[in-house]
Structure formats: structure tokens, C-alpha cells
């Protein structure tokens, strides 16, 4: 059902009020934000005029600092360049107002540049300076000399420099020697002469002063006095008109964390922090309705400082604005294309931006794809020894390989380890990916398995996964113990594919005695999760071994953590019934479940009522149990998008309008699953006008925020061309990217051994493929040993082996998978095996045929019918084909007609009315031979016929068709 229209009315207005300028309050501030500028404007014109070194110091400071863009718009833009040229021109000329000159310059310098050699300008023009008594440029040198920026660490010469400043009376010296002081005595008196002088300053007037009590009262504990003291110092540093201290007050009051928490304080520190010029704090505060609106900043005031931090034309305003227009519609896209743009114009050494910037061009989505800048763009991001553009650069190019050098991948590699060794998670495990699987280095297990516990170390469920992966795969299934323990923490985390892996382990029994039951349970709650391969193995496990017995285990285990209190117990229990078809009892227990107060199971009844063909009553009880989740839901995000979702399925204009803005709402927040949900549903037209383009768009937003599901859903409509222009070079892409992190997803296995066996977004490659399909074999995937089993058979990327087909194909039918049956029967009467194998290939269609495959009934009966493999029985095929043609089948309704046409039995009724039932249906040869037997009548509507299903059975690739529809064009008078 479409949007109503005043939801797409809403839309467009707030897509008008977005797109139309600012229109700035004119509120009793104004007065004052008006003469601030005017007197910066006119100090600046004054100084212009004086080419004095001091005059020249000053205007750089200026620039340095900001100059207010408007009388009415008081965010300060930065001239760096011009400042720096500026401090040059006074550096040049000796005098008293050198050393201040000098520490400005260095600051500047290391403000943007990280490489050696500027950071060495910078130590030297500190260096004179200090040596003519500047106490600041002492305590800089200091630092960088404690932190060994210019190369190597000194800390005694950092503990003269810092002493040399404190008997200048410099107040942060005292409390740096605090901090590298061991002995404790020592220690507090360089902390009380540091703060003494401090307090001095703080008191007579220096917002410098203030701001520096309050850091160190903030970063020297976390209980609630010294936080309140941290408070008031920055308050007091606010109201000497400090624009910093105002933005760290608010940060302070706004994190989650923090005992001190106030959002509305946080908001009026921030807006003060705005109105004394700072751009970070106008982001905020643009951006707090769309981060779920923490703050309660209005959208009025949030859309004013966006308009305003746009005009200061900063990279990272412009980026942010380009996020937020990106959300309305199609003008809005546009408009965020043309901020991107700009921003890529501007961009030079800010690191957030550049790292923003390089993600769009990577992902291709708001502005066009170029993976060659995006590498340019982390690499400038690096160059200050970010450890963030270190991990993009390396993800980027291990994924695009073919975008790179090998001098790139070399420096991919180094990178990635630098960030890996500095903690970023990560790229800790991308580093022991890449020696697992040899990107870049020489393939090295132990290397890989050592980055891999560091991230083990730091909490990563992926890291867990991959651990569990390598110890499982070590020898027969010694080290399976230790997968055990590894694929349990991950499976705390609530990780589906550790719980799916720990359930294949139990099922098969590898390393671990086989417990059915065991693993019936990992894969419910793996279901419970949301895991579909969750669903097949459950489904495999039945139709395998699900004798009553191990479902009574399963069951028991589940009904046993349910009087435990386990409240996933029961969607698992759901789930559980559901995979055995039992809907009845799968929805008794949702609904004592959900009778007794639990959301989650009100939900999962919702779900059920609502999949296939939904009944009136079930639609109205779907109803009811949504709102009662939402309603004890309330406060989860994640629980809202899914509930929203569920609202599009419903038929009713008032369901489709509370979903639809449900998930708008949550996607303003920065929600990825809501931006997910809401994009499928922009794709598929359900509940919601189709809007390609604004579906890819929050795709793509929802992978930049990490959402995986996102990119497997993307990845997909590119591949199939579902919803989207057909793209397998992007889905490629995606591909490759989700398998760089999780290498054990068999669809994502099963996906790239699809596209290079099609030459699908890459150069065709049989071998890889093949390569591909036998990981996913080799971990149970059915599909996977499905697609081995066919490489063997034609010897596609390996060597022709029929015992190994027929091994992957009867693995995969064990596993209940019609096709393996199917396929494993062609094979032993194509000749391709090594005999022929007609007995073996009917029993092998007749389970594929009692599973419910219409080809393989089809099979049967043909096999019936001559006696071939099996006695003959006629009356047997006929069932067989009845049966399949009951179902559908077009071909077993023209094998029937065949039957009753030809066999020893004629019936020419039957004959006729299985003839016409097979064209109806689509098949191409019964259409063409209904044409024929019209084309033998005489009458006009004969005549008409026959055309009408020539054209029918051309249209559906009938070669004879479209000849005798050829000659009739040429001969229209005498069909024929």
C-alpha cells in the first residue's frame, strides 16, 4: 500500500523548510552578536593598516583564532594560511614581540602537520623562544619532549624545562611535574605550587587559567567533588567568554556516563559555546534531532546552527550537512552531492572530515564512488598519525586490491598493524585475517591466531568466532574443546554465528560427543536471534535425524530453561515448533508467554500471525500484540524498528503511517536497523512508495554506522538487480568487504563462489569458485556442498571425480535438500559418473520425489514407465505425475497429456484437457503443439487461436513457433 498523503505532504514541507534559508532570531543577543562583530571587523581594518611586527602578531593571532562570518552569524572562521604567513613576516624581524610570535607559529604547525620535519620547525622555534624566558614555550618544548614527538623521549630534560617554567610562575608546569613525579612527597608540593598560581590567575580574570583547573579536575578523577569542581572552574572560564571551556562543560554534562549528567545544561553550554564562535558546538547542536534529540534542542534551532555552520564553509560542517539533507527526498540527495563536493574542494588537513569524506567516496552512495581518492584522502588523514585513517587506509585497500600498488599494499599492511598494535580493535583482527588468509604477507596461523587473542583481549565476539574457527579445524577435532570455550564467549555476547557454529559441533559430533538435542538448542536460540542459516539446520536436523526422541530432548532443554526463567526460552521453544510445521503449538506458546507480559514473545505472535496470507482476525490480533510491545518497548530502539517494520505489513493507512514515521523518526536518530528496515521497505514497495534511490542512500548510511545486514541486503538487490540497476561489480565489492570480516559465513562463501563461477563483477574464475563452494561445504552448508558436488561432477575449478560429487550430493540430500537428490540422480545416469547407475539413480529420485520435487516425481515416473532402474508400473508413473502436476507442474502436465496421447492406453479427452492445462500454465512446447492442432481447424476463431498461442510459445523460446510465426508474417493469408 502506498504512503498517505500527508505523510508525503509532511515530507515535502520539511524538505521546504530545510531547503529555504535561515532565517536567524532576532532575539535580545542579537544586539550584542552584532557590535562583537563589528569590533572584530574593525580592530582587524585597523591593524591592516599598521605594518608594525606587533601589529602583524596580533592579526595573525586573529585569524588564528576565527573571525565571526556575519553581524548575524557568530561562528568564527579560521585563516591558518593567512596567519601563517602573517607570524612569518614578524618572525623575520627581531624584537620583544618575537618569542609570543614564535609560540603562536609552532602552535599552528602542530596543530596541522604530524611529519618529522615540521615537528622539528616547531621544536626549534620553541627552543629560542624558551631561551628568552617564555615560560609557555618552556612548557611546550617540555611536552613534546615527554611524549617523544621529535623522535625520542626525554623525560629529564621535560622535567628541566617544565621546573624552568614553573619559577616563571607558570601554573601548568607545576601540575606536569605532579604527574611524573614517583615520589609522592615531591609530587604534591609541584601540584600545590602549579595550582597556587592557577588559582591566582583564575582569579584575577585568565579564562586560560580557569579552563586548565577544570581540565585537571575532570582528568584526575571521576568522583562527584572533583567533577563538581570541574564544573564550577568551567563555568567560570564560560563566563570570561572562554568558547572552549563552554564546549567541554557541555560534553562534560552530556556524557551517559558521567555523574553529573544534565542534558538540558548540556544544551545551554553548547549554545553558548555556539555563540562565542565555536563550529563543533553549532554541529552538536544541528545534529541532536537526529541523534535521538539527547540534548531536546528544537528542530528550528537545529536546522538555524546547521545554516550557520555551513556558511563557515568548514569540511566537517558541510559533511554533516550533506548526512542530515541526504534524508528528504530527492532534492535533498542533490543538495547533499553539492555539500560533499564542496567539502572535497575545501578539505585539507581535517582529519574528521577527511576520514567522512574518504568513507563517501569508498561507498559511492551520496556522491560517485572513486576508490583511488578515498585511498588519497585516508592517506592524507594518516599523514597526522591517526590511528582511524591507518585502519580505513588498510580495510580500503585489502578490499579493493585492485584499486592499489603493491607499494600501497605494503603500506596497507604496516598501517594496519600500527593500528592493530595501538589497540583498534578492528584492525586487530583484520591483521590476523590477513595472515590467516596471506593479503599482503606471507599466510602465517600462529600470527594470525596472536592477533587474534589481542582482540580476544579487548572483548570482540569476531575475535572469539575466530579463534573457535582455527582451533576447529586443527587436527580431527583435538583442539575442539578450546573451539568449544571460544564459540561459548562469543555465543554470551549474543553472537548467532557462534551459536549456530557451537550447534554444528554438537550435531555432528565433531570433537564434542553428539548430542541432537544439544544442538537443537544452539540452533532455536540461534533462530531466536534472528538467524535464517539457524532455521536450516534446524530444518536439516529433522529431516535427517528428528526422530520424536530428539525433538523431546530439544524440547525438554528449552522447557527446562523456560522454568528456569530463560525468557528467550520460549521464542526458542517457537521457533522449535515452527521448524517441525507445528504452527498451532508454536503460537500457543508465544501467546502463554506473551499472556504473562513478555514483549519479546507479544512480537514473535505478531511475526507469526502476520507471515504468509494473514487472516482478518489474525491481522487485527497482529494489532494488538504490536502495540502492546511497543508499548513495553518503548525505550529500545532496535525493538522499535523491527515493531515499525511490522506496521508496513498491515493493510489498514493508519498501520502504514504510524510505521512509516515510526522508522523516519528512528532513522533522524541515526538508527541503522531502522534505516535498514525502512530501506527494504523503500525497495520492495512494501507499505511505502518505492524509492530506489533513497533506499541505497540509507543503505549505505546504515554499513557506515556497521550494521552488516545492510551490506548483505545491498550487496544482494546489486547482484539480482532486485529494486536497484543491476550492479555485480558493487555486490562484488560488498561481498569481498563482508567476507574480509567474517570469513566463516557460508553465504557470503556461497555468494563470491557464485560470481566468479558467472563472471559476476569479476573476471570468471572456475578454481576460485570452487574454492569458495568447498569452504562452505566443509562446514555443513548444504547449498555449498550442493555447488562442490556439481564442480566435481563437470570438473568446473577442479578435477572431474565422480565419488567426490556423489559424496557432496548425498551429503547435502542427508541434509534434506531436494536438489542434491535431484542432481545426485542426473549424475548417475548421465554418463559422467563412473558408470551408469540407473538403479542408484532412481532411489535417489524417488527420495528427492517423496521430499516433495516436482523434477524428480517427473524422474520417477519416466523411470516407471520404461522399467528402467525399477520394475515397470504405468499406473505408478501416472500417480507420480498427477501428484507433481497437482502441484503445478507444467512439465508432468504435458508428460500426462503425452500419456493419454500416445501410451498403450489412449484418451483423447484426457489427452486434450492435460494439453491445455500444460499451455495455460506456461509450457512452451504444449503451447505450440495446441497451435498446431487449431491450425488444422478451419474457422476464423481457429485461425486466431493458433496465432495467439504461436505468439504465446515464441514468447516463451519455442524455436518452431517463432519460424511458423515468421512465415505467417510473410504469408499472412496461409498459415503455415
Known sequence: ????????????????????????????????????????????????????????????????????????NPLKVRRPEEAERLYDKALAVPGAHWPSAAVRRAKLILS????????????????????????????????LMESGAGGKRDIEAAKNLYQIALRSEHGPSGLALARLETDPAKSNVFATQGLR???????????EAARTLADHYRTTGDGPERLSAAVEWYQRAVELGDAEAALRLGRLRADPKAPLRQPQEARKAFEKAAERGSVEAAMILAEDPYNGAALGVQNGVAELWLNRAIETKAPRALVLAAEIRSQYGDEGRAAAKGLLLEALQRVEDDVTALLALGRHVRDGVLIDRDVPLALKLFDKAA??????????????????????TEAMLRSAIDRLRTAAERGHVKATVAMGDALMLGQGVPASQDAAMEWYRRAAESGSPVAYIRLGDVYAGRSAGLEAPRALEWYRKAAEANSAIAMVRLGKMFNEGRG?????????????RAAAAGSGAAMVELSSLYSRAGGPGHFSLARDALEKAIRAGDTNAHIALAKLYLVRGERTLAEMTLKKSADSGNAEAALSLAELYLSGQATVEQQSAARRWLAFAEKAMAKDDEQASRIASMYLRLPDAGSIEHGSSTLEALVRKNNAEAMTLLATALLQGGGVQRDPARAEALFRRAIQLGHDRARFILAKAYRDGDGLQRDPTRAFALYREIYSEEPGDTKIQIALGDAYARGDGVDPDRRLAAEFYAQAARQGDPDGQVRLGTAYLYG??????????????????????????VQLGSAKLSGLAATVDAEGAFASYLRAAEAGSQPAMIEVARALMKGFGTLADPALAKVWLERAASLGSPDAMFELHRLHDIGTRPNAREAERWLKQAAQSGHAAAMYR??????QGTSEQDKAAAREW??????????????ALQKLAVSPAEPG
Open 1 to 72: 500500500m502506498m504512503r498517505t498523503k500527508s505523510l508525503l505532504a509532511g515530507t515535502v514541507a520539511l524538505l521546504a523548510i530545510l531547503s529555504a534559508p535561515a532565517v536567524h532570531a532576532q532575539d535580545s543577543g542579537s544586539a550584542e552578536l552584532k557590535a562583537r562583530y563589528l569590533a572584530v571587523t574593525a580592530k582587524m581594518e585597523a591593524l591592516k593598516q599598521r605594518s608594525d611586527p606587533e601589529a602583524l602578531v596580533e592579526q595573525a593571532q586573529l585569524l588564528q583564532d576565527g573571525v565571526p562570518v556575519s553581524e548575524t
Open 112 to 143: 596541522r602537520d604530524k611529519d618529522q620535519s615540521s615537528i622539528q620547525k616547531a621544536m626549534d622555534l620553541l627552543r629560542r623562544a624558551a631561551t628568552m624566558q617564555n615560560n609557555e614555550a618552556a612548557f611546550l618544548l617540555a611536552g
Open 197 to 207: 598560581v592557577l588559582f591566582q590567575e583564575a582569579r584575577q580574570g585568565s579564562a
Open 383 to 404: 599523514i597526522s598519525d591517526n590511528t582511524t585513517a591507518y585502519y580505513e587506509f588498510a580495510r580500503t585497500a585489502l578490499s579493493h586490491q585492485e584499486a592499489v
Open 512 to 524: 564434542v560427543p553428539q548430542d541432537q538435542a544439544l544442538a537443537a538448542t544452539w540452533f532455536s
Open 796 to 821: 568446473a575449478g577442479v578435477d572431474r571425480d565422480s565419488k567426490k560429487s556423489d559424496y557432496w550430493f548425498s551429503r547435502a540430500g542427508e541434509a534434506g535438500v531436494i536438489e542434491a537428490k
Open 930 to 935: 495446441l497451435a498446431v492442432r487449431h491450425r
Open 950 to 963: 504461436l505468439e504465446k510459445a515464441a514468447q516463451a523460446g519455442h524455436s518452431q513457433a517463432a519460424k
